[in-house]
């Protein structure tokens, strides 16, 4: 079975679409994903992006880690979802339904509303999640938010002087995070703009994570740390994140194609 697909990215985080909302693909399977996921056997992305048909949206968005796993949100992959379907649409996810606005060599997304209840995250047990008491090598007191995924946050002097590629796979492991956990690392510049660094729940060390960027700059937010619209610089460029009166997050930034091709289903079963 050949299979049509469209490489894109936001922010230098890419992915793989797959478009079976008119014609069905066979069922995904985390080894599927994982091996056309893969840079040197397959065709390469962070993500894995699936379209479907939904009964509650205008789409479904499904989406998988490059290590095989299935996620709730992808802010970077909802943008590219935008562009490519070239008109606003509402989107179920696994995370509930999202709203893309597609605009000029990017996109706008209706995030929907932050969670913070300890179990909401989800976490092993109670505590307070603006401020944890918990630490590890020197990052402590972070933050927690789930934003479709759930996100930790540490609040440092100098993002880039964190060594997250070490860390973040002893914070994302942690028997703390049942579901595992993103780890974000981010330096208040001031009040409208933050940087940061994310270790990515099964992709690892990321150019651009969408929700991560919305978790963070909705932690800074509740902190009071910054104002209510803020940019967000990643390692992969800006990405502009508003907090409404409403309680839902609004994530502007741009996505890009790369590239189309085609591949045999079966090389990868």
């Known amino acids: 079975m050949r299979v049509d697909f469209t490489k894109m990215h936001g922010l230098g985080n890419d992915f793989v679409v797959l478009d079976a909302r008119a014609t069905p693909l066979p069922a995904m399977t985390p080894a599927l994903a994982k091996g056309i996921a893969d840079r040197r056997t397959g ?17 479904r968005m499904r989406i998988y880690n490059c290590d095989g796993g299935e996620v709730g949100a992808c802010g970077n992959a909802s943008r590219a979802v935008a562009l490519l379907h070239g008109v606003d649409a509402n989107v179920e996810t696994a995370g509930g339904i999202i ?17 913070f209840v300890w179990d909401a995250i989800p ?19 972070p933050g927690a938010v789930n934003v479709g995924n759930p996100h930790v946050i540490f609040f440092v002097a100098d993002t880039d002087a964190v060594p997250l590629d070490q860390i973040g796979p002893q914070i994302e492991n942690d028997p703390l995070f049942p579901e595992r956990v993103n780890v974000n690392v981010a330096t208040i510049v001031d009040r409208s703009r933050i940087r940061l660094r994310v270790w990515e729940r099964g992709a690892g060390l990321t150019r651009a994570c969408g ?3 919305c978790a963070t700059a909705v932690h800074a937010m509740r902190r009071g740390i910054v104002d209510r619209e803020v940019t967000v610089t990643l390692p992969g460029g800006d990405l502009r994140i508003a907090w409404h009166a409403d309680n839902r997050i609004e994530m502007t930034g741009p996505a890009t194609e790369s590239f189309r091709g085609t591949f045999e289903w079966d090389d990868f079963v």
């Open 43 to 59: 065709i390469g992305c962070d993500q894995l992006i699936v379209l479907e048909p939904s009964d509650s949206a205008d789409f």
């Open 99 to 115: 709203r893309v606005q597609p605009g000029d060599g990017g996109a706008s997304v209706d995030m929907g509303e932050p969670r």
């Open 123 to 141: 976490l092993a047990y109670p505590m307070d999640t603006l401020t944890m008491p918990v630490g590890w090598d020197g990052l402590d007191a």
């Open 211 to 213: 929700t991560g960027a």
